[in-house]
């Protein structure tokens, strides 16, 4: 919806307050709700009467405790049935090729590993020797450490032998490298990957993950480019711009987190 005409404000601070349930993992109190809305306790008690109709907000039994009600949980169910991971992506990297003029690509992970699905090509058409059907190393390539990081790590431990087994030539992009448990934990932490040495040199790649809801990993959006057109350093603006793109459509998928740091332990 692009529309930006004037709306109803009253919606808008209900909306607000539907908000504020959904981030707190607790039910809260009337006036806790009422001051982080900014809100008098009067005003916050009246929209909360009127959420509470519609079955949006209920009372915790037996406290004066407000939550979110089973009408929010249906909306966010029919929301998942709905959106396609898939097409958020394409639509977020399209975006965020034009903005840094780089090269992006959306991989997902595969039967044979993590897979590209999608290149949007740079206006300066590097050769990044990817294209849709690319399957990356797990631990010697961007994209490939971010599902190393964010899958269980049974199955990471069987996808780098079943690699470790394949013969030359098979066409994967990258090497196995070696990739520590701290290693993995600090890419979970930061919420992106980047590698060195690169599997094609002079050209460089930053990679960060898709989550939904249940913090789980959907895909992985990668920026790819020379190495002297994409900054790979931890304060790189292009980096920002991908983790911003990606937890984007993450919340899109129902992500609550305000990282890219999985919700499961």
């Known amino acids: 919806m692009t ?3 004037r709306g109803v404000n009253s919606v808008e601070v209900g909306a607000g307050l539907l908000e504020i349930l959904a981030g707190h993992d ?3 109190m009337l006036r806790d709700l009422a001051r982080l809305a900014s809100l008098s306790p009067a005003q916050a008690h009246a929209y909360l009467i ?3 109709a519609i079955g949006l907000v209920e009372q915790e039994p037996g406290s004066a405790r407000y939550r979110l009600g089973p009408a929010a949980l249906d909306f966010g169910i029919t929301r998942m049935r709905s959106v396609d991971p898939i097409r958020l992506g394409q639509a977020a990297a399209l975006e965020l090729s034009e903005e840094t003029q780089l090269a992006v690509a959306i991989v997902v992970w595969g039967g044979f590993g993590a897979t590209v699905i999608q290149v949007l090509e740079g206006p300066d058409q590097v050769h990044i020797n990817t294209r849709a059907g690319t399957v990356y190393s797990l631990t010697g390539t961007a994209s490939g450490r971010i599902f190393a990081a964010y899958l269980p790590q049974s199955l990471v431990t069987q996808a780098i032998r079943r690699e470790r087994e394949e013969k030359p030539g098979s066409g994967r ?4 490298m070696d990739l520590s448990q ?3 934990a600090g890419i979970r932490q930061a919420g992106f990957a980047t590698v060195f040495p690169t599997p094609v040199p002079g050209i460089n790649a930053l990679s960060s993950p898709v989550l939904d809801h249940a913090g789980q990993i959907q895909m992985a959006i990668t920026l790819i480019g020379a190495a002297q057109s994409l900054d ?3 304060d790189s603006p292009h980096l920002r711009l991908l983790q911003e793109t990606a937890l984007r459509v993450s919340r899109g998928l129902g992500f609550a987190g305000q990282t ?3 919700l499961r332990a």
Do not use: F, N, W
Request: proline share 9%.
């Open 3 to 5: 529309d930006k005409g």
């Open 26 to 28: 607790e039910p809260l």
């Open 50 to 52: 009127s959420l509470g």
């Open 173 to 176: 992009v990258g090497r196995l």
């Open 182 to 184: 701290a290693e993995l």
């Open 232 to 234: 790979t350093s931890s």
């Open 260 to 262: 890219l740091a999985p």
